[in-house]
């Protein structure tokens, strides 16, 4: 009997020495899970991380933690003027990413955080690394869409790679040819619209896309269009709630005043 009794302690003090999550079960992680998502809704992603990266270390093969860590990470990192602070949250966007993927490579949240975690950091690297890219990025997120058609930030993600793909430049094409053999699939600027349409089809009140769609407009130099989707962007009933929504709002009313004249 003190045999058991001296084990039921030792049993006591240890869970006490372990972190909320680390003495977590199953339901506890959904509860925590719930709390982040909870924080990411209120614009708290800060608050969000720090819970997801909690059962991360709890539970490493957390899926659902894992890849709302990695999309947390990257939209942090674009906050960032500084590039070696970019770099470490786009870094552990892609290894968290990497990490869900491992998981479950066929779910489509873990195909677009790889796609655009291989986006992020492309964006800090040379015209060369950003071509070797472009390929892995458009076969991630056709494997997002072919898992859920629906997946408006895919759609989206999917439209600025087409947009891309159709506008690069002579020493880019010259360059994808002698490197990788060109690029594999020719594009348009119309499979670029088609994608973020389909991105506000499914998602009707995310500024960037339609400001994004705008900007495909612009440079293709028509202004009714340009000024529709503008418009469209700026009689959304919501409210602004961040800094990049009411940056967003200001560069459409902006751009709109452009084309209106």
């Not at 552990?92 to 949240?109: F, G, M, P, T």
């Not at 040819?177 to 348009?188: N, P, Q, Y």
Request: hydrophobic share 45%; with cysteine.
């Amino acid at each position: 009997m003190q045999r058991i009794c001296k084990a039921i302690s030792f049993i006591i003090v240890f869970s006490l020495l372990l972190s909320p999550c680390e003495a977590a079960g199953d339901s506890e992680h959904d509860l925590l899970l719930k709390r982040a998502s909870e924080l990411k809704q209120q614009y708290k992603e800060t608050e969000a991380l720090a819970l997801y990266e909690e059962i991360i270390s709890a539970a490493p093969d957390n899926f659902e933690a894992l890849c709302s860590a990695s999309l947390l990470h990257n939209r942090m990192g674009e906050r960032y003027a500084d590039d070696s602070r970019k770099l470490n949250h786009f870094n552990q966007a892609k290894s968290y990413a990497l990490r869900a993927y491992e998981i479950d490579s066929l779910d489509a949240n873990a195909n677009y955080a790889m796609a655009l975690s291989l986006v992020s950091l492309a964006m800090m690297s040379g015209p060369k690394q950003r071509l070797a890219v472009t390929n892995q990025v458009k076969h991630y997120l056709d494997a997002a869409l072919r898992r859920n058609a629906t997946h408006a930030d895919a759609w989206h993600l999917l439209g600025r790679w087409y947009f891309k793909m159709a506008n690069l430049n002579f020493a880019e094409v010259a360059a994808a040819k002698m490197l990788f053999g060109g690029i594999r699939e020719k594009v348009t600027n119309q499979d670029a619209i088609s994608a973020i349409e389909a991105a506000i089809t499914q998602n009707p009140n995310n500024l960037q896309y339609y400001y994004d769609l705008a900007c495909i407009f612009q440079e293709m130099k028509d202004k009714a269009a340009c000024a529709s989707t503008l418009q469209r962007a700026l009689s959304l009933n919501q409210t602004l709630q961040t800094k990049e929504e009411l940056e967003l709002s200001r560069r459409c009313k902006i751009m709109l005043d452009s084309q209106q004249r």
